[in-house]
């Protein structure tokens, strides 16, 4: 290395130049600034030079590494580079501080944490995709990475249908086609379809047209919910008969409703009447008479029914409920159903007057087969003692339910067909004559009391051959003298069980039934009442 001769400044006391030996020439000159470092460059032509103080403090730093010098290189953590000075080769030897193995990774490899030895190491994948594969509704063209797509369509216009295992192209419908089944069906079809309701809840529903206010019935012969005119009226109206309105008379508003109509009647001023009704058939009606006070009374002069056509019972029902029946003229009927169709007159909480002499309170003489006239929670009275309470021509009549008929010079009286009376009272006290008169058809009689405390009046009196009576659970209660509890000619018929009387009398006949009459005791004989 060739000689230099250092010249300081005589009087700072610092290096002011470096001269070569052999005396070639100046090879630094310090013209620095105050606390200045010389610098070496190699292939500089000065070689040497000077360095600001802020920048000869890093060099420091730098190279107070070990072996560092001015211009080295040192990485360590989790990047490693050096010592070295020049480009310097760096290396990755953890992640986050955390070992990564230094092994050669192989192709598909994955950096895979190993607890064991606490570092990242190349592992081969145990599960790798190596193709993909689909099954119905989807198709795919293999591979790791192919084309999926929903499957082809027989025709156009197929869409996937669920076939109860997978899902299936079928011909069914398209994109904005519509189509129903079950309860409700419809198209297939594109736009607007129209849709038909076949079932309720699972149940057919019968493609018979129904006809007006006929309602839908299930008949369990067919299995199918039906139009039929059974039933309640679903399309009922009701009509309203009072004072000052649309109805001069019931008898209008009867004109006026149709087939399972209500027609409510309210009472009329100082207690005058609506007049008579008369009803026709092939009308299902109901006329309710109502006030707000109870003991007022809702009057009517009479009610006719005459069952002219039908073929079926239940097309021609009346019922008659809560009012007042005055027929107030001698001979006349205050009810009178009659005609030879099936038909069904109900009398219901009705009050039945009848003040003339020899007019009839109730005329029962329908022929129809299976007609039938009821009495239920009815009262029947005469205001004269006269005609006849109730008059059962033919066919079938019940009284029931509290019913009372009295005061007529007969209360009942029975000539064909069946009436039975149920928990009712027959009561003729004051009037000669027996209480039940019969001659002919059959009379059943239950729970009810028949009275006649009319010295030498009887209860019933069978007055021809072939009339029969059934009683039982009843009572007599007759008067004294020559009467019987039931009374008859030669071959007429009485059927009886647990029957009670009440009679003063001494004569045993006065509490028995008359020797003519073929009695069968059915379950026991005559009882006296405690």
Not at 302 to 318: E, H, R, Y
Not at 453 to 471: F, P, R
Request: net charge negative; proline share 4%; charged share 10%.
């Amino acid at each position: 290395m060739p000689r230099i001769r250092v010249i300081f400044h005589p009087t700072k006391g610092i290096v002011e130049e470096l001269v070569s030996a052999d005396g070639s020439g100046i090879i630094f000159e310090n013209n620095a600034e105050p606390n200045s470092y010389i610098k070496y460059t190699p292939g500089d032509a000065s070689k040497w030079s000077t360095v600001p103080d802020d920048i000869a403090e890093a060099l420091d730093t730098l190279a107070s590494g070990s072996g560092g010098a001015g211009g080295i290189t040192q990485l360590t953590g989790d990047v490693g580079a050096g010592p070295g000075t020049g480009l310097q080769t760096a290396t990755v030897t953890r992640l986050q501080g955390n070992p990564v193995s230094a092994a050669s990774p192989a192709d598909g490899n994955a950096l895979v944490w190993n607890n064991s030895v606490s570092e990242w190491q190349p592992t081969a994948l145990s599960s790798q995709v190596t193709s993909v594969g689909a099954s119905s509704p989807l198709s795919s063209s293999g591979g790791t990475t192919p084309n999926v797509s929903l499957i082809s369509g027989s025709s156009p216009g197929d869409v996937l249908t669920w076939n109860g295992s997978v899902w299936a192209s079928a011909p069914t419908a398209a994109a904005g086609i519509t189509q129903l089944t079950g309860d409700v069906v419809s198209g297939p079809g594109s736009g607007s379809q129209i849709s038909t309701v076949v079932k309720l809840q699972g149940n057919d529903v019968s493609t018979t047209a129904p006809t007006a206010n006929q309602i839908l019935q299930w008949i369990s012969g067919t299995s199918k919910w039906t139009p039929t005119a059974n039933g309640v009226g679903l399309g009922s109206k009701i009509f309203l008969v009072v004072e000052g309105g649309a109805y001069a008379t019931v008898q209008d508003a009867i004109d006026a409703a149709s087939d399972w109509d209500v027609i409510l009647v309210g009472p009329k001023a100082a207690g005058a009447s609506w007049g008579p009704m008369t009803f026709s058939p092939g009308k299902r009606l109901s006329v309710i008479g109502f006030s707000q006070e109870q003991a007022t009374q809702i009057k009517v002069d009479s009610v006719t029914f005459n069952v002219s056509s039908g073929l079926n019972i239940l097309l021609n029902a009346v019922l008659v409920k809560g009012l007042f029946i005055n027929s107030s003229f001698v001979g006349t009927q205050g009810i009178n159903f009659y005609g030879s169709f099936p038909g069904r007159l109900r009398l219901q909480e009705c009050f039945i007057y009848n003040s003339g002499a020899t007019g009839t309170g109730v005329v029962s003489n329908n022929s129809g087969a299976g007609s039938s006239l009821s009495l239920d929670n009815c009262i029947l009275q005469s205001g004269a003692n006269g005609g006849i309470g109730l008059d059962h021509q033919q066919g079938y009549t019940i009284v029931r339910n509290d019913s009372e008929i009295s005061r007529y010079q007969y209360p009942i009286q029975c000539a064909a067909g069946s009436l039975e009376i149920l928990n009712a009272i027959i009561d003729n006290s004051g009037v000669a004559n027996e209480a039940i008169r019969v001659t002919g058809g059959l009379v059943t009689v239950g729970y009810s009391t028949i009275k006649n405390t009319t010295t030498n009046a009887s209860g019933v009196n069978l007055t021809t051959a072939g009339a029969t009576l059934g009683m039982g659970d009843a009572t007599f209660a007759v008067g004294t003298g020559t009467g019987y509890c039931v009374t008859g000619v030669a071959g007429t018929f009485f059927l009886y069980g647990h029957i009670t009387y009440s009679n003063s009398a001494a004569a045993a006949y006065n509490v028995k039934v008359k020797n003519t009459i073929t009695s069968l005791a059915v379950t026991q004989t005559f009882t006296s009442s405690p």
